[in-house]
């Protein structure tokens, strides 16, 4: 036998679940209230869901932009964690970092996702030495090859414009790599 939520005797149920005897009167306002909240409780994930809908309806491309931008920016934080920071090698697991970029992304929008472009990089040379360019010019062809290092010059200059479709594909593509590296 059950036992009420409000007097704690035991009552013979007439209704399946039932959490109240509702023999008193204050079983039965305890029982109202009870309601209310659980109803109020319904509502309240029904607008959160339904606001949650309403405000992806209406994301410009600029927000789609800005979630790939935390995305990829987690992305290169989660690969580079444990190789310490590009510009003066500091370990990068004992404090935050960000994700640095060799060429800005305000005068290169090309390279703003590009992962050889990217790297991890403390909060000292990024922020207060304005990336510490000289020695991330040193240091980043030894991480990612010469090769590479000149095909990353070779495309400053290009153009970069994605539709927000493609925006939500490349979204996907690095939470999936964040998952797969989160794994490891």
Known sequence: MPRCKNCKNKFEPR????????????????????????????VNKE??????????KLKTHKDYLNDLQITFNTFV???DKFKGCISCG??????????????SVGGNPALRFNEDNTHGQCVFCNQHKHGNLLEYAERLPA?????????????????????????????????????????K
């Open 15 to 42: 209704y399946f679940l039932q959490k109240f005897c509702m023999d008193s009167d204050e079983c039965i306002k305890a029982f109202a209230v009870w309601s209310k909240v659980e109803t109020d409780k319904r």
């Open 47 to 56: 607008w959160r869901e339904e606001k949650k809908a309403l405000r992806e």
């Open 77 to 79: 934080r989660q690969r």
């Open 90 to 103: 500091k370990d990068l697991t004992l404090n935050k970092y960000d994700a640095g970029h060799f060429y």
């Open 143 to 183: 991480r990612i090859g010469l090769e590479r290092f000149e095909n990353l010059k070779a495309k400053k200059n290009d153009t970069l414009k994605l539709s927000i479709p493609e925006l939500i594909a490349w979204t996907a593509h690095y939470k999936a790599k964040i998952k797969i590296l989160s794994e």
